[in-house]
């Protein structure tokens, strides 16, 4: 059974840090690229950062670059997104992404995790 548990999401001042997890199970972790997406209230869900498989390219939204960063660990089949200077604009729903694109494309999503940046 595929599973994408993500953890972290928290209620944070404007200019904190959170790091979020997200823990995969069920699939070769290893040889999927991995993101994070965001959907605020009312607005459509948003590419926030992606990481190859092997963890050697990221690549990040224009509006977290410099304040976020993607990382994994494939061998705790974890990926986490760091996530510092937070703005109330950052206050999203937060799902986690794996995708495969072979003879089969697959794409299996977490159940997602409330970051909410308020004073």
């Known amino acids: 059974q595929v599973q994408l548990v993500e953890s972290g999401g928290d209620l944070v001042q404007p200019g904190g840090s959170l790091r979020l997890s997200c823990a995969a199970s069920g699939f070769t972790f290893s040889r999927f690229r991995m993101s994070w997406y965001r959907q605020a209230l009312g607005k459509e869900r948003e590419l926030v950062a992606t990481?190859?498989?092997?963890?050697?390219?990221?690549n990040y939204a224009d509006s977290v670059k410099g304040r976020f960063t993607i990382s994994r660990d494939n061998a705790k089949n974890t990926v986490y997104l760091q996530m510092n200077t937070l703005k109330p604009e950052d206050t999203a729903v937060y799902y986690c992404?794996?995708?495969?694109?072979?003879?089969?494309?697959?794409?299996?999503w977490g159940q997602g995790t409330q970051v909410t940046v308020s004073s």
């Open positions: 990481i190859t498989s092997a963890g050697g390219s990221t």
């Open positions: 992404n794996a995708a495969y694109s072979g003879t089969v494309s697959v794409n299996y």
